[in-house]
């Protein structure tokens, strides 16, 4: 079986189309076409369904998706391991937050280029929770709390937060004293969500309940700021409503166990170099410059 028309069908199925995905690889659409065509003829079965908007897996092909997948990333690992430790080659494919992955996390990615030269970098930036295994990634920069035990993951820096409200809420409604007391409260949220709090070493857990909700971190800060509610939200984020007086922080006495920043990947017994090598350059940006992680938190 030839891996460059396996490396063409998993390509087709992550960009969604054999027309992305003949641009991603730099070659026509025809090439594209005749690699998939060899393989269906190899297999002896039909991988895609193709219609005038496209082509969609069949259920053939979306069985042979993960393994194809995973056979394609134990060869780059295989030649990996006989280039010199800085050769790195290839294409590492990182989801990254779009909240602040384009002004934050992209200088970091442009170093790992030019430490690179031959190395390939493919950043997809979004808000939206990435599978890495069915979409095709290497790896995936996240902030905050870990959700996927599935998941491999190494933290390269941390993220303070704390309770905040606007003093007019305060005025309003009350200031919660224990984790408890959030239930009664208007909580500004991201969805569906737990927060935590420290009790000396023990962790509570509550399910606050609100009806202003968004997306991104700075929103809730400024809902916070009218008077919306309460927000449980990184330092980056608040530190200057609080210099100003626009929030307060809450529960002090409840600190909030810190969040971190992550390199995430899928579960393999052989970590590919260029993961580890990104995963270094984060710490050693971080170790070099500690205001970054509170920088990333202002998205």
């Known amino acids: 079986m030839d891996i460059e028309e396996l490396r063409t ?11 992305p995905a003949a641009h991603r690889l730099g070659v026509s659409k025809s090439i594209v076409s005749r690699r998939l065509a060899r393989l269906e003829a190899e297999l002896g079965v039909q991988l895609f369904a193709r219609t005038t908007r496209g082509a969609s897996l069949t259920e053939a092909g979306a069985a042979f998706r993960e393994h194809a997948a995973k056979a394609c990333a134990e060869i780059d690992v ?6 010199p430790a800085d050769d790195l080659r290839g294409r590492l494919r990182i989801a990254a937050p779009l909240s602040f992955g384009p ?5 970091v990615l442009a170093r790992m ?4 030269p031959r190395l390939s970098i493919h950043a997809s930036y979004s808000d939206r929770f990435v599978d890495l295994i069915a979409e095709g990634f290497d790896c995936a920069i996240r902030v905050g709390y870990l959700q996927k035990p599935n998941l491999l993951a190494r933290r390269v820096g941390p993220i303070h937060g704390k309770l905040v409200a606007s003093p007019g809420y305060i005025a309003a409604h009350g200031s919660p004293e224990t984790p408890q007391d959030i239930l009664a409260h208007e909580a500004l949220m991201k969805g569906t969500e737990t927060w935590q709090f420290m009790d000396g070493k023990e962790i509570i ?8 909700k968004a997306d991104d971190a700075s929103a809730l800060a400024s809902a916070a700021v009218a008077g919306l509610g309460i927000a449980w939200l990184p330092d980056g984020v608040t530190d200057e409503h609080v210099a100003s007086g626009a929030l307060v922080p809450l529960m002090t006495r409840y600190p909030l166990p810190p969040a971190g920043i992550y390199v995430v990947r899928p579960p393999s017994p052989h970590p590919a170099r260029k993961v580890w090598a990104l995963t270094e350059l984060l710490i050693e940006c971080f170790e070099q410059a500690p205001e970054l992680a509170k920088m990333l ?3």
């Open 78 to 83: 295989a030649r990996e391991m006989i280039l």
């Open 205 to 212: 857990s509550v399910n606050p309940h609100g009806r202003f």
């Open 103 to 107: 002004t934050h996390f992209a200088p």
């Open 113 to 116: 280029a030019q430490r690179h």
């Open 297 to 299: 938190a202002k998205a």
């Open 9 to 19: 069908f998993v390509e087709v199925v992550h960009a969604g189309g054999i027309s």
